[in-house]
């Protein structure tokens, strides 16, 4: 249960455009420190345009992206180096890389950020990939020899390689089974509680939402349209958000989130 309200990032008056396209227009939004913020909209509706903003992939166009109190954008590079160290990412398809073993993969941000010899960079690496849930045998392999919810987790575990205190998602549970992304959705949460992670979880998988997510944001119309609780979002009346949450998956994802609840 979270019970804090600190915002670890906050965002004002975004702006992000490519050419004559307008993707955000104003948009504002508050992290909260130890929570796991799901961030949901239709397509096109700048998801991921908007976690690259926060962790420094992209300059907006306009606007102020605070996380932890500072502004990347004018930070000194070695003070943002240090910033951006408290940050871990998980990109939508793994991106690791093919020519690695999967232990090279996430002991190779602790040789270049950390400073660690490959000796020991590769004995964390391995602690990480067993935080992750990967078994011992899966750190020699290439990615390409792992499954699609192993390499998931690979990619989970080379970003929590650097410790970081937030944790970004682009669609961690894309193309998993429910089951896969059942025990997925089980470890981010297990993971939030015992490290103290915050999360920004990009997703359009219900079942997650309703599972793991204490805040729920919607993107549409270029801004925020509501962030809250489940319970109040998936009242608002608007019709993406009508179709989406109160659809037949919707009310499936519900219910058996509330059985769940139920049976605990």
């Not at 750190?139 to 998931?152: C, E, H, I, N, Q």
Request: with cysteine.
């Amino acid at each position: 249960m979270v019970t804090a309200v600190e915002p670890i990032v906050q965002v004002r008056g975004l702006v992000n455009r490519f050419g004559a396209q307008v993707v955000h227009d104003g948009l504002d939004l508050d992290i909260r420190r130890g929570e796991i913020l799901g961030v949901v909209g239709g397509s096109g509706s700048g998801k991921s345009v908007l976690l690259r903003s926060i962790v420094g992939l992209r300059r907006p166009t306009a606007g102020r992206v605070t996380v932890f109190g500072q502004e990347l954008g004018g930070l000194p590079p070695a003070d943002r180096s240090r910033l951006e160290r408290r940050m871990g990412v998980l990109f939508q398809r793994g991106a690791l890389f093919s020519s690695l073993s999967v232990t090279e993969n996430v002991a190779l941000p602790l040789i270049e950020h950390a400073g660690l010899a490959r000796p020991e960079a590769e004995r964390l690496a391995r602690l990480k990939l067993a935080l992750a849930g990967l078994p011992v045998d899966a750190g020699d392999k290439a990615p390409a020899a792992l499954s699609g919810g192993m390499v998931k987790r690979a990619a989970l575990a080379r970003s929590l390689a650097l410790d970081p205190d937030l944790l970004f998602l682009d669609e961690p549970t894309a193309g998993l089974d429910p089951i896969g992304a059942a025990a997925f959705d089980n470890l981010i949460r297990t993971l939030r509680d015992a490290l103290g992670l915050t999360v920004f979880l990009v997703t359009h998988d219900l079942d997650t939402l309703y599972a793991i997510c204490d805040r729920v944001a919607v993107l549409s119309q270029r801004k925020v349209l509501v962030v809250d609780k489940l319970e109040v979002v998936e009242r608002v009346d608007d019709p993406w958000v009508q179709e989406y949450f109160q659809g037949p998956r919707g009310r499936a994802a519900a219910g058996a989130a509330r059985a769940l609840r139920k049976e605990t």
